[in-house]
Nanobody, 119 residues
Framework: QVQLVESGGGLVQAGGSLTLTCAASGNIASFNAMGWFRQAPGKERAFVASVTSDAKTTFYAASVKGRFAISRDNAKNTMYLQMNSLKPEDTAVYYC????????????WGQGTQVTVSS
């Protein structure tokens, strides 16, 4: 099994920055890509960003491209999301996820961390 634990959420003013961290443990060899998703109140969970297992390729949702940066440190089994120029519409619970190798799906999830951006 894989355990994912997010940290770094909080309250920030519009235009500010936050860095989210996701620490992975357990059967690390069972997943490859990792990603961040978010769920705002009353909305479905949505893709934010992802990074391949070699940390060389990243993907972003259009709404965060140019403002957010995803990275991972495989030596530390940790993934990050640097969020800059935050907007009130970025307010959501942010979830860390890992893609299971044998399914190709984001099957492993963290418990989520709240990010609130005030205007």
């Amino acid at each position: 099994q894989v355990q994912l634990v997010e940290s770094g959420g909080g309250l920030v003013q519009a235009g500010g920055s936050l860095t989210l961290t996701c620490a992975a443990s357990g059967n690390i060899a069972s997943f490859n890509a990792m990603g961040w998703f978010r769920q705002a109140p009353g909305k479905e969970r949505a893709f934010v960003a992802s990074v391949t297992s070699d940390a060389k390729t990243t993907f972003y949702a259009a709404s965060v491209k140019g403002r957010f940066a995803i990275s991972r440190d495989n030596a530390k089994n940790t993934m990050y999301l640097q969020m800059n120029s935050l907007k009130p519409e970025d307010t959501a619970v942010y979830y860390c996820a890992a893609m299971r190798i044998d399914t190709g799906d984001f099957d492993f999830w963290g418990q989520g961390t709240q990010v609130t951006v005030s205007s």
